[in-house]
């Protein structure tokens, strides 16, 4: 019960001091009388700042929704499940444990506490997909899981008190992109300028913490850091040499050229086999540290690989290219979007062939998302309006 009544006393320290201006609209969709909730999601996305606004915003008492962190001495000393049997036994509804990813065997004890008591519910929050993907084993027909994008555009510009947006489906805004634009301008004058701001400065809501951009990008690259240290190594056996070939991969897509990959080349580079090399990348994506966009699923042929968010680009490269970033910045924003074959445009979505460029891109693509552009044309559309899809 001491435990209880210490861990208690964080999480009111925790609800005092957490900000409820801004309220990330996943809360709104997340189910939250499921029994078993798993919510995951890049470093510093916001994932501990959303649940404890939940909590606020619900009037909840730690007496009854318990928040804990799995890197607290006291949580690894005690257990998961300890805390969360005392916990239920005394009447508590539900248990949240934050960096669950730090735990370990944390899945053996989320399902032997719901299976204890099934009528209880159960948040768990990891800081990457990597965890949960990894884990969940039997917990996956249990749990639903909901993952916290970065930033969006439209989210952005209302965090900045410019305009607030609805999302706007992708169709809506292929069909009606001069209008909207038009209204984002007249709301917005100096959209563009923003937009620029935003994609070196505004993926990530900690950009409110940042004085000036140097800052902003110092946090990011912490952020990669920690990924890489903590969150790779908490469950991979990752050895230095390892751990070098991560960083020196992270860097070369962040000052390369082009987002397309040549694998025999990188294995060259980096002095590594290609399984190797598939091993890496599929965890950094896993790790929302990269996003490989591919032509066919299970290939890298004629796949890109980008950074996971565009102002990761200005944080680890003095050089990055700006086509590169105009392009991950596209791809973050959409979940089902394929690279071309042959190189005749940039990216497929369903069947419609898609070119990022700047504002005197020409191109013989359906459509062209244009940075520069303000207010669309015909087929030509400015390219900040992808940030309205979520």
């Given amino acids: ?97 934050d960096e669950v990813h730090k735990y370990p065997d944390w899945s053996i004890e989320i399902k032997a506490l719901h299976d204890t008591f099934p009528d209880r519910k159960i948040i768990v929050l990891g800081s990457s997909k990597l965890s949960i993907l990894l884990e969940k084993g039997d917990l996956s027909r249990r749990m639903r899981i909901y993952e916290m994008p970065p930033l969006s555009f439209r989210e952005y510009l209302y965090m900045n008190d410019l305009v607030s947006v609805e999302k706007i489906p992708f169709k809506f805004i292929l069909e009606n992109h001069t209008k909207i634009s038009a209204d984002l301008v007249r709301k917005v004058p100096d959209i563009l300028k923003v937009f620029k701001r935003y ?54 897509v962040a000052s390369s050229p082009s987002p397309q990959i040549s694998v025999s080349s990188l294995t060259k580079d980096l002095s ?73 445009c940039d990216f497929l979505i369903s069947d419609l062939k898609v070119e990022i460029g700047g504002r005197s891109k020409s191109s013989n693509a359906d459509i062209v998302f244009k940075d520069d552009l303000d207010i669309g044309y015909k087929t030509s559309i400015p390219l900040y309006l992808a940030g309205f899809v979520f």
């Avoid at 004085?211 to 952020?223: E, F, G, I, N």
């Avoid at 991979?236 to 860097?251: D, E, G, H, N, Y």
């Avoid at 980008?306 to 979940?335: C, H, Q, W």
């Fill in 1 to 97: 019960m001491d435990i209880l009544e210490e861990l208690a006393r964080i999480e009111e320290y925790l609800l005092e001091k957490v900000p409820i201006e801004y309220v990330r609209e996943l809360e709104k969709e997340i189910d939250w009388d499921f029994p078993v909730i798993g919510i995951v999601g890049a470093r510093g996305v916001g994932k501990t700042t959303l649940i404890l606004q939940h909590l606020k915003i619900i009037e909840a008492s730690p007496e009854y929704h318990l928040y804990i962190s799995a890197d607290n001495p006291m949580v690894l000393k005690q257990g998961i499940y300890d805390i969360g049997r005392s916990h239920f036994t005394s009447g508590g509804i539900s248990l949240i444990v």
């Fill in 199 to 252: 994609l070196r400065w505004g993926c990530y809501p900690f950009f409110k913490l940042a004085k000036q951009q140097q800052d902003y990008l110092s946090l990011l690259r912490s952020v990669v850091e920690k990924v890489i240290y903590e969150d790779l190594t908490s469950v991979r056996s990752l050895r230095f040499p390892t751990i070098v070939s991560v960083k020196k991969l992270i860097a070369f």
């Fill in 272 to 344: 590594i086999s290609r399984e190797t090399l598939y091993d890496l990348l599929d965890i950094l994506e896993m790790a929302n540290v990269l996003r490989i966009v591919r032509f066919r699923e299970g290939s890298l042929k004629g796949s890109k690989v980008f950074l996971y968010t565009p102002d990761v680009y200005p944080a680890i490269s003095f050089n990055a290219s700006i086509g590169t970033i105009r392009e991950a910045f596209f791809a973050m924003n959409f979940k089902d979007i394929r690279t071309c074959e042959y190189e005749n």
